[in-house]
């Protein structure tokens, strides 16, 4: 579902913030939600 979340962000540039997303993206780790999570903050700051 992360990963959708990313692929959209990338294509649609929302404007917003994801509850929760910056504690999962900070953590320590290679999980893929954890990667995920990075890709997706990474995504919504270029759009925003």
């Given at each position: 579902m992360l990963e959708l979340a990313v692929e959209l962000a990338q294509q649609v540039k929302p404007d917003?913030?994801?509850?929760?997303?910056?504690?999962?993206?900070?953590?320590?780790?290679?999980?893929?939600?954890v990667v995920q999570a990075k890709r997706l903050v990474a995504a919504l700051e270029l759009s925003g």
């Open positions: 917003g913030n994801v509850s929760g997303l910056a504690e999962v993206a900070t953590r320590k780790g290679s999980s893929k939600a």
